[in-house]
């Protein structure tokens, strides 16, 4: 099953991205700041971050880059969250090693899980969730 | 000033006036001299020739042979019937007498009484003819018969032709006919002319010296000189007439007399003082139009002074900056808030060059700007320094400043220098600067909370649909999707309005096939199109050559094309067309939509402007109103450009983005550092 990691500051974002996520059968793990969000990437080696840009204690950048340094997260696909489009950050970011960056508000959830799944396919053969099915709430 | 004016002009004109009047009086008083002078000397000469005359008809009478005989037998009475004659043939001779030797009167015609016989040996005449016996004019003398007039005698000695002396012949001449001889000349108004005897006796006087009187005028000067054999000129005072006269005095020679022109000072001068009064006047009129010539200019040139100090004043008080150049850049006016800008008073800067004093660079680069002076000057119109133009003050600070440069014309109309201002616009610049920052924080913080509207609601949607069941509910959840959706749009429109305006916004340009550009953005609005039955196409071309530009900005504007057309379109089609050129290629976008009013098409690409629509009747679902006005920034900001190519109301409109070609970029912008053109805020 992929396991997505989510690190963002913001309560309000970050458990629309858990909704969304869970609701495409992922298993979803949650960091509210760099340094969280770095321990867990170590900790649950997950298929794939959701990495939030402005955050408190390590920003998004100095994660990107501790992860990259580390050969066990290194391959690990990271996909940089932004609030502005063309905004130097996200640049940066793609050169540091991440492999898009997405406008959070330019999306509505299902679009980013859609290519979430995406990347996941071209960058692993962990398992994928399946076509999106209405998920029904227990 | 005005005392100056006295020094210089004034003065100088005074003493040529004064001059040119003393010159004029000398010379016409020598006029009036002379021209006495000369009369003097015709009316002497006049006496003279009668005087000859007088003697000459004396001689010829003493001369004649029976005549000699008779008085050379003592005939007296016979010879004197030879010139009985003589009075009425010489009108001048009153008295023919005959003397003998010894200065016995012998014979007279006309006769008188008691007279001969008698010895007159000591009268005058007598002596003065018998000194060397020759002929003798007398003084003016008292005759010793009846009528006792005044007269002057003629004697003529009566010689044999051995000079043995026989008698006298003497030849009286009345005091009166001497007054008609005065009139010979005409010596001009109020003027005569009269004799004056050896002994200085008036004869001819108009005056003095009537038939029975002798006045001598022996003591006055004139008289006394003229008696010495002098000749001359002379203005007295006279005691009888109460006034100057002029007397010009001439002897006459030979005989020991003197002619005199009387004539009083105002008339002997009368034409002299005409023309120095009106020299006078003329000098008076132009003196006193010089003076107040001269104090016309004062007042002129004290307003004008003024004027001048009220214009500086005025400088002085503006709150900008103002230096003014000429042609060659050289520093010619310069005011207080000028000095307080740069640093540099305005002794410093007057006369140099302006690059030397005022320092004008980019905030960018720092590279020197002075493009607007030099526009200013070129052009002759008003050009303005760019944003975000700093300058650098005396100790080395650099402060904001904006503002222009102004041609100045000459009188000709040709462009004679610049004035250039400036302020101090570092406030502005903060102003601006933190209302950006405001305003970019705010639309960030706005961001987060409506992503999670726009999020949650969409979920909502897509994964709660049984418990939506109620079509009401559902559309208020779709509602709340939708408008938060727009409100996302609407504030990143807003915040690239407001980076694109500060220049912010750094274009990525590269080459790049432009048509699966076009058809990704028609994917996205696919949906839109056939949710309104609208025909959205791409007319197919072949070979297009790559462009240049910014891939991600093109296809926001083409989005926005677009976008605004299906949006505008109820009926018809959406048809998209590129038209490649030599050097560029045109991408229209064709409606078949409302199409836009003649009247609002120059609005179309400013601010919050929507075709038709006011604050106050705007249709909020329609956009911000941004979306062209960003496009069109977008557009030009990375080589390309954006207009209305038509619109009819009615029938549908046209947009076309143009794109520079590989290869033929107008400007080559490094695609690391270019930026949007820097535009104005508001």
């Excluded at chain 2, 007439?241 to 008339?267: C, F, H, L, R």
């Excluded at chain 2, 010619?332 to 000028?338: E, G, I």
Aim: proline share 5%.
């Amino acid at each position: 099953m992929a396991k997505v990691l989510i690190i963002e500051d913001d309560p309000l974002i970050s458990r629309m991205y858990q909704k969304i996520f869970t609701f495409e059968k992922f298993e979803v793990e949650m960091a509210k700041d760099g340094q969280e969000g770095l321990d867990k990437a170590r900790q649950v080696k997950p298929t794939i971050i959701l990495l939030d840009v402005m955050m408190p204690k390590l920003n998004g950048l100095q994660v990107l880059e501790k992860l990259k340094a580390e050969a066990e997260t290194k391959t690990i696909p990271v996909i940089i969250l932004t609030n502005l489009s063309g905004q130097v950050d996200a640049e940066t970011a793609l050169a540091k090693g991440a492999v898009k960056y997405i406008v959070k508000s330019e999306h509505d959830p299902k679009q980013v899980s859609d290519m979430v799944k995406e990347i996941i396919a071209g960058y692993t053969r962990d398992e994928i969730p399946g076509t999106p099915a209405p998920a029904q709430p227990a | 000033m005005l005392a100056v004016f006295l020094v210089l002009i004034l003065v100088p004109y005074g003493v040529l006036g004064v001059t040119n009047y003393l010159e004029a009086r000398n010379l016409h008083t020598e006029s009036a001299l002379s021209s006495r002078r000369t009369l003097v000397q015709l009316s002497a000469a006049a006496l003279r020739n009668r005087f000859d005359h007088v003697v000459d008809v004396g001689k010829s009478l003493a001369t004649k042979i029976v005549f000699r005989q008779l008085i050379s037998q003592g005939k007296w009475e016979e010879a004197v019937k030879l010139l009985q004659t003589v009075p009425d043939e010489f009108s001048f001779v009153d008295q023919v007498a005959l003397f003998e030797p010894g200065g016995v009167l012998k014979a007279l015609h006309p006769y008188a009484e008691g007279v001969i016989g008698k010895d007159f040996s000591y009268r005058d005449y007598y002596k003065g003819v018998s000194n060397n016996w020759q002929p003798y004019v007398s003084d003016v003398f008292t005759k010793a018969a009846e009528p006792r007039n005044n007269v002057v005698v003629a004697a003529i000695p009566i010689k044999t032709d051995n000079q043995q002396v026989l008698g006298l012949l003497v030849l009286t001449i009345e005091v009166d006919t001497f007054t008609q001889w005065t009139k010979d000349v005409d010596v001009g108004p109020g003027s005569f002319v009269y004799y004056v005897d050896k002994s200085g006796n008036a004869v001819g006087h108009t005056v003095y010296g009537d038939q029975n009187e002798v006045v001598s005028l022996a003591s006055e000067e004139p008289v006394s000189k003229v008696l010495q054999g002098e000749r001359g000129v002379k203005e007295t005072y006279s005691r009888t007439d109460m006034e100057n006269q002029v007397i010009a005095y001439e002897p006459v020679k030979n005989y020991g007399w003197g002619a005199m022109v009387q004539q009083p000072s105002t008339a002997a001068f009368a034409i002299r003082d005409a023309r120095l009064h009106s020299l006078a006047i003329f000098y008076s009129l132009s003196t006193f139009f010089l003076i107040v010539l001269a104090y016309i200019t004062y007042r002129f040139m004290k307003l004008l002074y003024l004027y001048r100090e009220n214009e500086k004043v005025f400088l002085e008080s503006i709150g900008d900056g103002l230096v003014a150049i000429d042609r060659n850049w050289k520093v010619t006016l310069w005011n207080k808030s000028a000095s307080k800008l740069t640093g540099w008073s305005a002794a410093e800067a007057i006369g140099k060059p302006f690059q030397e004093i005022v320092r004008f660079i980019r905030e960018k680069d720092g590279q020197p700007h002075s493009e607007f002076i030099v526009d200013a000057m070129k052009t002759g119109k008003v050009h303005s320094m760019e944003n975000h133009t700093l300058l650098i003050r005396k100790d080395g600070t650099k402060i904001s400043v904006g503002d222009s440069a102004a041609p100045v014309f000459n009188q000709s109309g040709k462009v004679s220098g610049v004035i250039i201002v400036f302020r101090d616009v570092s406030k502005e610049v903060e102003l601006e600067r933190s209302r950006d920052e405001f305003f970019s924080i705010a639309s960030h913080e706005l961001r987060t909370p409506l992503t999670a509207i726009r999020g949650d609601s969409s979920m909502m949607l897509q994964y709660y649909g049984e418990q939506l069941k109620d079509p009401a509910l559902k559309e208020m959840v779709e509602d709340i999707h939708a408008g938060s959706v727009r409100l996302i749009e609407l504030v990143s429109d807003f915040l690239d309005s407001s980076r694109l305006e500060q220049g912010r916004i750094k274009f990525k340009l590269s080459e790049f096939d432009l048509v699966p550009v076009i058809k990704s953005v028609l994917g996205d609005v696919e949906s839109i199109a056939k949710q309104k039955q609208l025909d959205l196409k791409l007319q197919p071309t072949e070979n297009l050559p790559n462009v240049v530009a910014d891939p991600d900005r093109l296809k926001q504007i083409i989005f926005n094309l677009v976008g605004n057309a299906l949006k505008f379109t109820e009926h018809g089609s959406v048809t998209l067309e590129l038209r490649p050129e030599t050097d560029s290629v045109t991408l229209t976008v064709t409606d078949t939509g409302s199409g836009i009013p003649a009247d609002k098409q120059p609005l179309l690409f400013q601010k919050f402007q929507q075709a038709g629509r006011t604050t106050m009747t705007g249709d909020v679902t329609q956009g911000s109103g941004l979306g062209l006005y960003i496009s069109r920034m977008l557009a030009e900001g990375m080589g390309c450009s954006l207009m209305l190519e038509h619109s009819v109301e009615g029938t549908g409109s046209t947009f076309a983005l143009t794109l520079p070609l590989a290869g033929h970029r107008p400007l080559p912008i490094d695609p690391a550092t270019s930026q949007s053109k820097p535009v104005g805020l508001g």
